[in-house]
């Protein structure tokens, strides 16, 4: 499956704008609706980038090229386990863990929407290097 990357960037616009939202106002609920976000990203159903593909894609055309959709969704499921260690520091009452994880996930978030550099494609694509018999 390949993926529009102007719509990947879309997409981690819209977090890094709901994950400051989220270190501004403490507001551990927006932080959860995140991670929803984050789950059905990784399951290949981004609500981002639905609404890029219906309302934003159609008045830029069609991409000069398409990427492995495989990496981002692997970079969602980091976003979930860190949205999930926000979360559960929002919920444990330690706010260190919960700020902690939340900035850790906007600043992945803003270097893609602003660079297009995705941390956790990198890291899909180092973790597949790795793996035992495989050529790169």
């Given at each position: 499956m390949q993926v529009d990357p102007r719509g990947l960037r879309f997409g981690a616009a819209v977090t890094t704008l709901v994950l400051?939202?989220?270190?501004?106002?403490g507001n551990p609920w927006l932080l959860a609706v995140q991670t929803v976000v984050f789950v059905l990203g990784a399951f290949g159903a981004a609500p981002y980038?639905?609404?890029f593909k219906r309302?934003?894609?159609?008045r830029l055309g069609p991409p000069?090229?398409?990427e492995?959709?495989?990496?981002?969704r692997f970079a969602q499921g980091v976003g979930m386990a860190f949205a999930?260690?926000?979360?559960?520091?929002?919920?444990?009452?330690?706010?260190p863990l919960a700020l902690g994880a939340t900035a850790a996930a906007l600043l992945a978030?803003?270097?893609?929407?602003?660079?297009?550099?995705c941390l956790g494609c990198e890291a899909f694509l180092i973790i597949r290097r790795l793996q035992p018999g495989r050529i790169s």
């Open positions: 400051a939202a989220v270190l501004i106002t980038a639905l609404f309302f934003v894609r159609p000069r090229e398409l492995d959709a495989a990496p981002p999930l260690v926000g979360l559960i520091g929002f919920a444990a009452g330690v706010t978030a803003f270097l893609n929407a602003a660079f297009g550099l």
